[in-house]
Every structure is written in structure tokens, then in C-alpha cells.
T-cell receptor, first 113, second 112 residues
Framework: NAGVTQTPKFQVLKTGQSMTLQCAQD?????MSWYRQDPGMGLRLIHY???????DQGEVPNGYNVSRSTTEDFPLRLLSAAPSQTSVYFC????????????FGSGTQLSVL | GQQLNQSPQSMFIQEGEDVSMNCTSS?????WLWYKQDPGEGPVLLIA?????ELTSNGRLTAQFGITRKDSFLNISASIPSDVGIYFC????????????FGTGTRLTIIP
């Protein structure tokens, strides 16, 4: 089973560039979310979605956009990359909001120069 | 958002040693979760705790839900090389509609 698939695995951007991090899950999960992981700060929630067509902001949403047109896909868009967005990004999904058993992708390591 | 502080931040141990780590919060949590992140991978759920005082095991791992509901503990017995990684506590705060909050992590390294 594929589970949660993230692409790309690594990415280097220049300041001001835009890009989309892809996330897809094949478990028919309603809830999907994006986290960023920074040293000493744990995992911080960027955006989340409780179902197709519904998205909401997490703890650190500035500079990021999301959409959820299908149950399977939840892309994260960086509108104008900044060095502060250098981080490791994780997509996660679960059966429903409040279900603590999150399934994580393997992450995207992003560097913004 | 809520802050979960984990201690220690990092540990360097020899294979076979026991490991203890903890997680504390300034507010009450309804559920405590422990995740493990292998190098280069996403976190995976190890143990979930639902009641104050609860003690739950998963193989060599044992976790406890603190009686104050503001802390949790994770112990690993007889560590092996595959225990290397970052351990995160997490939970949904009891009050409000806040999402799952993750701790700052404890990085475990095993010295050969």
C-alpha cells in the first residue's frame, strides 16, 4: 500500500520563486494536513482539510495556500518563497478530524536561498 | 498555540541501556500520543493514552499518562540500534478546538 505520497523529496528554490508540494493518499481519508518541521520546534500545523472542498488555517499559515478538490490530493503552494520557509514539510492524513492516528508522508526537504 | 516541552532534547546512550523521556504541558490534555520519526521518514504512531494514570506498553516501549493530565512519560527498555530517531509527544488540548499539538522532540542516538 502506498499510504501518503509526497513529491518532491528535495527542492531548492530561490527567494521569490513559487512552487507546489504534492501530497496524495490512497486510504480514503477525509482529514489531510500539512506540517513543517524545524529544529527544536517540533511539528507545526500549516493548513488542514476535513474533506474535499474544505480547508482551514493552522498555526503557521502565512505564505502558504492549499486546496482540496478531491479526497485524495492536498497540494501545498508556496506563493513567493522566502528563506524562512526553509524547512522539512510533512503531509499527513487520518480517517477524520480528531482521529489522532495520523499517517505521515516521508517529507519534502525544502531550501530557499 | 499550546506548547509541549520534551525532555531531554537529545540522548546519547549505549545499546542495551534503558531510556526515559518525558513531555510536559502548561494545560490539561485529554489524550497523549507518542510518535517516532526514523531518519528521513515521517513520524509513526507508537502509543496512544486516553486516561489519567494509564500505563500502556508496545513491546519494549512503555508510556504513561500523568495523573495531573499535564505530562506523559515514555520508557524504552534494552535499547537496540533501530530505536534511533526522534520521539515526539502529541495531543489535542482539553479545552478549545485546537488541533493536535506536537512536542519539540527527543532525539535518541545509540553509541556503538
Amino acid at each position: 500500500n502506498a499510504g501518503v505520497t509526497q513529491t518532491p523529496k528535495f527542492q531548492v528554490l530561490k527567494t521569490g520563486q513559487s512552487m507546489t508540494l504534492q501530497c496524495a493518499q490512497d486510504m480514503n481519508h477525509e482529514y489531510m494536513s500539512w506540517y513543517r518541521q524545524d529544529p527544536g520546534m517540533g511539528l507545526r500545523l500549516i493548513h488542514y482539510s476535513v474533506g474535499a472542498g474544505i480547508t482551514d488555517q493552522g498555526e503557521v499559515p502565512n505564505g502558504y495556500n492549499v486546496s482540496r478538490s478531491t479526497t485524495e490530493d492536498f497540494p501545498l503552494r508556496l506563493l513567493s518563497a522566502a528563506p524562512s520557509q526553509t524547512s522539512v514539510y510533512f503531509c499527513a492524513s487520518s480517517y477524520g478530524e480528531g482521529n489522532e492516528k495520523l499517517f505521515f508522508g516521508s517529507g519534502t526537504q525544502l531550501s530557499v536561498l | 498555540g499550546q506548547q509541549l516541552n520534551q525532555s531531554p532534547q537529545s540522548m546519547f546512550i549505549q545499546e542495551g541501556e534503558d531510556v526515559s523521556m518525558n513531555c510536559t504541558s502548561s494545560s490539561i490534555f485529554n489524550t497523549w500520543l507518542w510518535y517516532k520519526q526514523d531518519p528521513g521518514e515521517g513520524p509513526v504512531l507508537l502509543i496512544a493514552l486516553y486516561k489519567a494514570g494509564e500505563l500502556t506498553s508496545n513491546g519494549r516501549l512503555t508510556a504513561q499518562f500523568g495523573i495531573t493530565r499535564k505530562d506523559s512519560f515514555l520508557n524504552i527498555s534494552a535499547s537496540i540500534p533501530s530505536d534511533v530517531g526522534i520521539y515526539f509527544c502529541a495531543g489535542p488540548p482539553y479545552f478549545g478546538n485546537e488541533k493536535l499539538t506536537f512536542g519539540t522532540g527527543t532525539r535518541l542516538t545509540i553509541i556503538p
